[in-house]
Nanobody, 125 residues
Framework: QVQLVESGGGSVQAGGSLRLSCAAS????????MGWFRQPPGKEREGVAAIRTGFAGIDTTYYTDSVKGRFTISRDNAKNTLYLQMNSLKPEDTAMYYC???????????????WGQGTQVTVSS
């Protein structure tokens, strides 16, 4: 059974940083996307960043435009953990952040099979 558990959320001031972690159990990435999504209050869930390992073992990353240059997705296969380093945070980054796995498209919500419970990120101005 696949289980994804996020951690690392919290409250920070604008300009600050947070690193989210997603510990995955019962899952192996074999060519599928893992990603981070977020859902601001009253809005739909949106893709933030995704990563996939290609045939040569090289990771390819994808970012939504609003976080490019500020967020970095990475993973540690030995620990089966996905990360999202978030720098230069803005109030509009405030949302519940979700880890997802088993996706066949990087930023499409219904393309992912497995989801974590989410971790709250709040950025104050």
């Amino acid at each position: 059974q696949v289980q994804l558990v996020e951690s690392g959320g919290g409250s920070v001031q604008a300009g600050g940083s947070l690193r989210l972690s997603c510990a995955a159990s019962g899952y192996t990435a074999s060519g599928y996307y893992m990603g981070w999504f977020r859902q601001p209050p009253g809005k739909e869930r949106e893709g933030v960043a995704a990563i996939r390992t290609g045939f040569a073992g090289i990771d390819t990353t994808y970012y939504t435009d609003s976080v490019k240059g500020r967020f970095t997705i990475s993973r540690d296969n030995a620990k089966n953990t996905l990360y999202l380093q978030m720098n230069s945070l803005k109030p509009e980054d405030t949302a519940m952040y979700y880890c997802a796995a088993g996706g066949d498209r990087p930023h499409t919500t219904n393309a992912y099979h497995y989801w974590g419970q989410g971790t709250q990120v709040t950025v104050s101005s």
